[in-house]
C-alpha cells in the first residue's frame, strides 16, 4: 500500500523525476509524457462522473482504477526485467481490454447504427465523455510514440484504444440513446 506523509519533495525541483523503477528522467521525457497523460484522462473522466449514475457512473469508475493501473505500468520501463524486480510490476493484461470490449457491444447493441458523423455534445454527460476519448487518443498517441523508443506493454496501448471507443459509445448513450446526438452536416455554414 502506498503511504505518502509528504507531499512535496523537491526532488522534482531542477526538472527530473523518477520513475517506477527509480530512474531519473526529465519531466519532458516521453515516459513521463505518456503516463501523465493517462493521469489528465483520469482528472476528465472525474469530471465526467459528476454526471454520471448507475451503471455508467460504476463503469467509469473502473475505468479511473484502470487509469492508475495503466499510470503504474507505462511508469515503469524494462518490462524484460519484471521477473527480477523486488515487487512484480503492475501491468495491464489483455482481460482489461477483453472487458472494455464486452461493454462496448453491449452499449452498442442498444443503438441505432450511426448514418453521419456526430459533433461532441448533447447532453452535459456526453460532451464530457467526448472530451475524454479526445484525452485517451492522445494518450494512446503518446503510448504508440514512446512504443516506437522502448519497450511498452501492448496490453497498455490497447486499452487505450479500446477505452476511446468505450468513450464514443458511452456519450452516444448518454445522448438518449443516440437519439440527441448532435449530427454533423457537411458544408452547411458554406454559404
Known sequence: MVVLNKIYT??????????????????????VAAYGTSDELNCFV?????????????????IQNDLFDLGADLCR?????????EYPPLRMIDAQVARLESEIDAMNDALEPLRSFILPGGSALSAHLHVCRTVARRAERLAVELAAMETVNAAAVKY???LSDWFFVAARIA?????????????????
Open 160 to 162: 487505450l484504444n479500446r
Open 10 to 31: 523537491k526532488t522534482g525541483d531542477a526538472g527530473e523525476t523518477a520513475l517506477g523503477n527509480g530512474t531519473r528522467v526529465v519531466k519532458h521525457d516521453m515516459r
Open 77 to 85: 520501463p524494462d518490462m524484460e526485467k519484471d521477473a527480477d524486480a
Open 175 to 191: 445522448n438518449n440513446g443516440g437519439k440527441d446526438d448532435v449530427l454533423w452536416i457537411p458544408g452547411a455554414n458554406r454559404d
Open 46 to 62: 472525474g469530471v465526467a462522473r459528476l454526471e454520471a449514475s448507475g451503471d455508467v457512473d460504476a463503469a467509469l469508475s473502473r
